[in-house]
């Protein structure tokens, strides 16, 4: 009003200013909050914006299993995606990093007092670090560590003497040389591809591949327990340090509900079960749950992909045009479902697989087998083809594993292994004109006279599961397990490399030779020296450590190079090329195998412990005190 009556003054505006000043204010003001809206968006992970405008999540452990057995979805909050590249990324918190690994498995035509993991030390610090990680937090568990290391008969590494006091014999030399081994391949995968899914060692790189969802570090997880039982101690803390901090579970692609589960779930379930490090259990259970929309089929089937962004689920393309699951793949879920539901105390994972078995145990069965494709949708068989190789094989062995993991408690387990093995020896055992015994493929009644690498786990299956047999059976298993154990060494004792091609026939006067250059290479695979093991453990004859020793000696001379280890496209030349993979299961199994052949039964003793399909190590359910199960 003052300025109102000073003479000639004009004002421009309400406020008295004229056009130009108005301008400038305004252009000063919008810069203002340009600036101070700039500045918290541009603060790293976006993190103080956060706690500025997202209310804190407490999580509350144990609700969400509670909700799921009642049969109540549980609502997630999505994460955000981390930055592109954040300088330090906090452990625990989940990054899409990568993508997957190759194509493998046999579904395919194929120990300390715990402390605490940085997750839960990062969690326990106030309110405000749980709303910078919603996702993050431990999970709660009534699962006794301790307990559960008491209850085990055999010390987990076994009681060897002590090797200063006497000198270095043979075995233990062999054995200090599968560690070398071991140890090379980490170092040459540690230096080129560390993080990677697998090691390329001609081209000195890492493979990631797509069969993960875009999971990372195939390589390290599958490895954790072979450099534990080895004891390489410097190389399992790299390995631990780099689950803790670069291995981060919010990634959005389609992975393999089968190899995430034997590879991921399973590598991460026995580290636990050998450290106690909580940091192996907590990624376990969170990964378990991201693939149980699977399972949301009209049968509970689950099918073989899953979506880790969108949470739905297909068949592969290929099995039935896309309308088949796998035996061997929807099968092999039993051992490690069972734990996660053990140490997470949600009963989801054991419903989804006791499922499973319900179906499979009801299903009518073309003459007791169990053929490779089933409908998810429907429950039924989509066609006649059996294998005990590729495509089946898993199954057979998480039947026998089931009924040993229980303490020999799963009765159901037992019954469905020794009736479905005598339909096998009934319709597809053979014996060549040579004498070689070999289980055959099964196509509505026709046999296909081949055998695959795959299948040469069935000589360790069949020594294994013999003692609880019915008692005139027992000697008749045993020396079935040695036959097809010899048959399958056969293989390789007739290449030029004394390696094994990935399969071989009988038929035109030619027995244990592959018969086509498709099907000549060997990508160093485990199962005929996974045989050997259990053989050599129930035998102690010394053939089996002889036979694993030549394997030793071919895997040095064809498939060591400069910078790891790698398969080979012809077992039958001896300048074999090489086809620059150094597969994950190389060091979870085949050197795992390897150097269990070579050391004493306590180790890792199978009183205890029984092998996922991907050699992990998870404990048998000895009873407590109370008669109650344990692990």
């Known amino acids: 009003m003052l300025m109102r009556k000073v003479p000639g003054f004009v004002p421009a505006s309400p406020w008295g200013l004229r056009l130009p000043q108005k301008f400038l204010f305004l252009l000063f003001l919008s810069g203002l909050v340009t600036l101070c809206f700039g500045a918290l968006f541009l ?59 190759p194509r493998r498995g046999k579904g395919w035509l194929r120990r300390t007092r715990p402390t605490g993991p940085r997750e839960e030390a990062t969690a326990a610090r106030g309110s405000s670090a749980t709303a910078l990680r919603p996702q993050e937090g431990s999970i709660s568990s009534s699962f006794d560590f301790n307990a559960f290391r008491s209850r085990l008969r055999h010390p987990v590494l076994g009681t060897t003497a002590d090797k200063s006091k006497e000198p270095q014999s043979l075995v ?95 590598g991460l379930l026995s580290a636990f079960y050998l450290t106690g490090e909580e940091v192996f259990r907590i990624k376990a259970i969170k990964l378990g749950e991201k693939l149980l929309p699977a399972f949301e089929t009209p049968t509970g089937i689950p099918k073989g992909v899953v979506n880790f962004k969108s949470g739905s689920n297909r068949s592969w393309g290929w099995a039935m045009a896309g309308g088949s699951s796998i035996l061997a793949e929807f099968g092999s879920l039993h051992l490690e479902f069972l734990h996660l539901t053990q140490l997470s105390g949600n009963q989801v994972f054991a419903e989804k697989v006791r499922n499973i078995r319900k179906v499979l145990r009801d299903i009518d069965k073309p003459f007791g087998l169990y053929p490779n ?27 026998i594993k089931s009924w040993l993991m229980s303490a020999k408690t799963d009765m159901e387990a037992k019954d469905m292994y020794y009736e479905a093995l005598e339909a096998i020896e009934t319709h597809l055992l053979n014996v060549s004109p040579g004498g070689l015994t070999y289980i055959a493929e099964w196509r509505g009644g026709i046999l296909d006279h081949k055998m695959g690498h795959l299948a ?15 008692e005139e059976k027992r000697a008749h298993y045993r020396e079935l397990a040695a036959q097809i154990t010899k048959t399958c060494h056969e293989s390789y004792a007739r290449s030029d490399t004394k390696l094994g091609p990935e399969a071989f026939w009988f038929n035109s006067g030619r027995e244990a030779v592959a018969t086509q250059t498709s099907e000549s290479y060997y990508i160093l695979r485990p199962e005929v020296v996974e045989s050997y093991m259990y053989l050599w453990r129930q035998t102690h004859d010394p053939i089996y450590r002889e036979w694993g020793w030549e394997v030793v000696m071919a895997l040095e001379k064809y498939c060591r190079t400069e910078a790891g280890f790698s398969g080979i496209q012809d077992v039958y030349s001896k300048v074999p090329d090489h086809d620059n993979k150094q597969q994950t299961f190389f060091l979870a199994e085949t050197l795992k195998y390897l150097y269990l052949l070579f050391s004493e039964d306590d180790m890792l003793s199978l009183e205890d412990w029984v092998f996922n399909t991907e050699a992990h190590p998870l404990p048998v359910s000895h009873p407590d005190s109370s008669g109650r199960g344990g692990a």
């Open 43 to 101: 603060l790293p992970n976006s993190s103080r914006l956060k706690r500025l405008f997202l209310a804190p999540r407490i999580q509350q452990p144990g609700l969400e299993a509670v909700a799921q057995v009642a049969g109540h979805p549980v609502t997630r909050e999505q994460e955000s995606p981390p930055n592109p590249a954040p300088a330090a990324p906090a452990p625990g918190e989940d990054d899409p990093r990568s993508q997957a690994s």
């Open 172 to 266: 233990q030399s062999q054995r200090e040389k599968i560690k070398e081994m071991m140890q090379f391949a980490w170092q040459s995968y540690k230096r080129y591809a560390m993080g990677k899914n697998e090691l390329r060692p001609l081209t000195r790189d890492g493979y990631e591949g797509n069969m993960f969802g875009g999971l990372s570090g195939a390589t390290v997880i599958d490895s954790l327990d072979t450099l534990y039982l080895m004891e390489l101690k410097e190389e399992f803390q790299e390995a631990k340090a780099w689950v803790e901090e670069s291995f981060h579970l919010n990634v959005s692609g389609e992975a393999s509900l089968f190899e995430v589960n034997i590879r991921y779930i399973g």
């Open 373 to 399: 494709f089933l409908s998810p949708v429907s429950g039924n068989w989509m066609q006649h083809h059996v294998s005990v190789g590729g495509l089946g094989d898993s199954f057979y062995e998480y039947l």
């Open 456 to 470: 040469c786990f069935s000589g360790g299956m069949i020594a294994l599961g013999a003692e609880d047999a019915k």
